[in-house]
């Protein structure tokens, strides 16, 4: 395949670049319709916004609530978009995605669950049920970077693996995003008229919290990290970090509660400052930023008796656990 031409942030004309991909899809589909998963994160936004500029009523937007997402997310971002003038459908996949997922340790067969449930059961029936022909999404170039150079599997990659989506999923795959980083798809969000708690958003994983549980993905760990997503969140927002996260491990560890031992849970807490993800060094956290953190997360977070801080670069780490 023709490798991507990448558009920097410096070589980047924001109008100019929505007018010319708002047109490339028109021309592309034509007056077929096109459904895209909105998830809330930039890139997702960004290339929903794209594409109704581009098609209108053409575009059907969905919310998949995969049962992964952080606290409160699909009603929060519907009503975002409701008042861009943005129709979004919620559908229900908990159940889908929890089966997908029963039993599996591995994080590339974990991510390969999601993706197969995703484009193949979930968006397949709603090919299927529209009669869609193109599904809409925002692939940025970081996403196929890893996965082609085998760094992470990204779950919305596919023609740079040679995978053909029309013969895997019954439908072709349009991504207007892909020779941007997220500097870019940020600048393209803002100029698309989002709001600032859109297009400034930190990265969330397309796994969604299914990327930050280490070993099997079931409701009550995802509740579990789903909370400490929330505490690590609102304790670190003012740090204006690039990404931060916590993160569920597998094993037990020796705590202790009431003076008593206490086999509990880990919580791993990551925290990067980078410009575009390639590459990124942990932030310099207070240490009375991390004290508090911790009290907080194994007061309130179930089952928790320590909390640690990830202080690896990417490279060799990556910024996600899985």
């Known amino acids: 395949m023709e490798k991507i031409k990448e558009i ?17 899809i028109k021309d592309i589909v034509g007056d077929g319709l096109v459904i ?8 997702s936004s960004a290339v929903t916004m794209l594409g109704h500029k581009a098609l209108g009523n053409n575009l059907k937007t969905y919310f998949i609530n995969n049962g992964i997402m952080r606290e409160g997310e699909p009603a929060k971002i519907v009503a975002i978009f409701k008042k861009l003038g943005v129709t979004v459908k919620i559908l229900d996949a908990r159940d889908k995605f929890f089966f997908s997922l029963r039993g599996i340790t591995d994080p590339e067969k974990k991510r ?52 053909d989506p029309q013969k895997a999923f019954g439908y072709k795959i349009i991504e207007p995003l892909v020779q941007l980083r997220k500097d870019g798809v940020r600048m393209i969000a803002k100029a698309c008229g989002l709001p600032e708690s859109v297009y400034n958003r930190m ?29 690590t969140e609102e304790e670190l927002r003012p740090i204006k970090a690039f990404q931060y996260m916590a993160i569920l491990h597998n094993d037990r560890v020796t705590g202790m509660r009431s003076g008593k031992r206490n086999f509990g849970l880990q919580i791993e807490i990551r925290c990067w400052d980078s410009i575009d993800a390639r590459r990124a060094i942990p932030t310099n956290l207070p240490y009375s930023t991390l004290t508090k953190l911790a009290q907080r997360i194994t007061n309130v977070v179930p089952g928790v008796v320590s909390v640690t801080y990830n202080i690896t670069s990417k490279p060799p780490s990556t910024m996600e656990a899985i």
């Open 8 to 24: 920097k942030l410096k070589d980047l004309d924001a109008k100019k670049f929505i007018c010319q991909k708002a047109g490339g």
């Open 36 to 43: 895209n998963a909105l998830s809330g994160g930039v890139d």
């Open 112 to 163: 390969e669950a999601i993706t197969q449930t995703f484009y193949k059961d979930v968006f397949g029936k709603l090919v299927r049920q529209s009669k869609a022909k193109y599904l809409l999404q925002g692939t940025i170039l970081t996403d196929v970077d890893e996965t082609v150079a085998g760094i992470k599997r990204q779950h919305n990659v596919f023609e740079q693996l040679g995978i």
């Open 203 to 231: 990265p969330f994983p397309g796994p969604a919290l299914a990327a930050r549980v280490i070993g099997e993905v079931n409701p009550e760990k995802i509740k579990i990290v789903r909370l400490a997503t929330a505490i």
